[in-house]
């Protein structure tokens, strides 16, 4: 009860500091819905291609705008050491971790949920179907257990804006392909049978990087 | 018996802050060097030292941001290694940087803090602490409008707001002017009853003298120098620092 609580006092406080300031949701939208537009440009002569290549260009735009929203989660604790004080407070680093990482999962969901609709416009696609919206939802819980990591690992570095990136998208590759592969069948109006292993694989990749990522965070943070 | 923080104090331990060979690398450059020290309850000491003493560095372990490489420390008797939680709880830092969100308001940082510390009856709490640091005007300003000064001050707040019995203050009076300085020390020293045991780091000689017991300084990674306020003067003091640290006070 006490960790979640603090959990969730972490999370508020996140969220709370982006309705003042739209730093990460604003930002990151604007990115996504120009990296669409831009798609829909490249792609725009021939539907056919267009259901081909839909699935991809919908997980290239959210991984890359994962990482930009990611990004700022820890930049913002960097400020007047706010990690540190975070740090200095009678809560386990898991608390931090699940608490940091429970707000970046909202912040993308936001984002999707208002990018997806205008990529069903753009793209002629019913991408608003519940296969889609499960696959949407797991693989973007995916991302922000290893991007929460990897960010609170970036921020003590000098680079960080380019460490982040290098170490996030080589270990989602398995769940970005996964999620592609998944949303091709969900566009086709396939059953969920036809998902289901591929959803098996996004729910592995979920629950085995969620665990360790809880596990190593501590020695992250400290080190 | 119980204290006003609700702990039993009928055991106390000797010692508040208790480091025995504490060592703190980065890599293979050494901050601390088997430094040794204690503090008995509500003592206030101060430990000097220039820039790369490694006086922050060991601020940042007592606080347990940072792991020792070695050594041990316990903290009103309790090991840091198996009781951080715990030990968290009766720790109060003031450090230069605030600690402080600017997108929040005063309330709000203040709020935050007091619901990790699980501190009860917030409001009131939050309106005591503030009123110490004489802010209350300010409560509801964004930190990030707040002057420098203010900020410290609102900082200091924070570090209050659970009842620490043991701060630890890293070059805490950053941005203060001196009627806030004065203030501050007042608010620091003691809430109530009980005496608050300080440690404070600075470059600052002559305020370390006038507001610590015991006078220490930190030089390359150790303790080099350790005695008690009383019979020693300024020019003792920068003798003595000028001395160990070979740097001129």
């Known amino acids: ?223 | 018996m119980v204290a006003d923080n609700g702990r039993p104090t009928s055991s106390l331990p000797s010692w508040a802050i208790e480091v025995q060979g504490l060592t703190k690398s980065f890599g293979h450059q050494l901050a601390l060097t088997g430094t040794d020290l204690t503090v008995r309850p509500g003592e206030a000491i101060v430990i000097f030292g220039p820039n790369g003493a490694g006086k922050t560095t060991l601020i940042k372990v007592l606080a347990t941001i940072m792991k020792p490489s070695a050594g041990s420390v316990k903290i009103d008797g309790l090991n840091l290694k198996d009781n951080a939680e715990e030990i968290r709880c009766r720790l109060g830092v003031v450090s230069h940087q605030t600690f402080l969100y600017s997108n929040l308001t005063a309330y709000e940082n203040l709020e935050f803090y007091s619901r990790m510390y699980n501190v009860p009856t917030r409001t009131q709490r939050i309106r005591e602490v503030v009123d110490m640091v004489g802010m209350i005007s300010r409560l509801y300003d964004r930190v990030g409008t707040l002057s420098r000064g203010m900020q410290q001050r609102l900082s200091i707040a924070r570090s209050l707001i659970h009842k620490p019995s043991i701060m630890l203050l890293d070059e805490p009076e950053t941005g203060l002017d001196q009627q806030a300085t004065a203030m501050l020390w007042e608010a620091l020293k003691s809430e109530g009853k009980e005496k608050r045991t300080i440690l404070l780091t600075t470059h600052n000689l002559e305020r370390g003298l006038e507001v610590g017991e015991r006078l220490l300084i930190l030089a390359q990674g150790k303790i080099t120098y350790d005695k008690p306020k009383q019979g020693l003067d300024l020019s003792e003091l920068k003798e003595a620092y000028q001395h160990y640290t070979r740097v001129k006070a």
């Open chain 1, 1 to 223: 009860m006490n960790f979640w609580s603090k959990v969730l006092t972490i999370a508020w406080k996140d969220a709370l500091s982006e309705i003042r300031t739209r730093e990460i949701i604003f930002s990151v939208l604007v990115f996504t819905l120009l990296v669409i537009v831009i798609f829909n440009f490249a792609f725009s002569a021939n539907q056919q291609m267009i259901e081909l290549v839909a699935p991809g260009i919908l997980w290239v735009t959210f991984a890359f705008a994962g990482v930009l929203s990611l990004n700022r989660s820890f930049i913002m604790e960097k400020e007047q050491a706010c990690l540190d004080g975070l740090m200095m407070c009678p809560v386990s680093r898991e608390v931090i971790y699940v608490g940091k990482m429970l707000a970046s999962l909202l912040f993308m969901l936001v984002i999707e949920a208002i990018a997806l609709p205008g990529f069903a416009f753009l793209f002629n696609l019913a991408v608003l179907s519940p296969q889609l919206i499960a696959i949407t939802v797991s693989t973007t819980i995916g991302f922000v257990a290893v991007g929460t990591l990897f960010s609170a690992l970036a921020v003590n570095t000098k680079a960080r804006e380019m460490v982040l990136p290098i170490l996030f998208f080589p270990i989602t590759v398995p769940i970005i392909i996964s999620a592609v592969q998944a949303s091709k069948l969900a566009l086709a109006g396939e059953p969920w049978t036809k998902l289901s292993p591929w959803l098996q694989i996004i729910g592995t990749f979920d629950i085995i990087f969620l665990a360790v990522s809880f596990l190593v965070f501590a020695f992250i943070i400290e080190e």
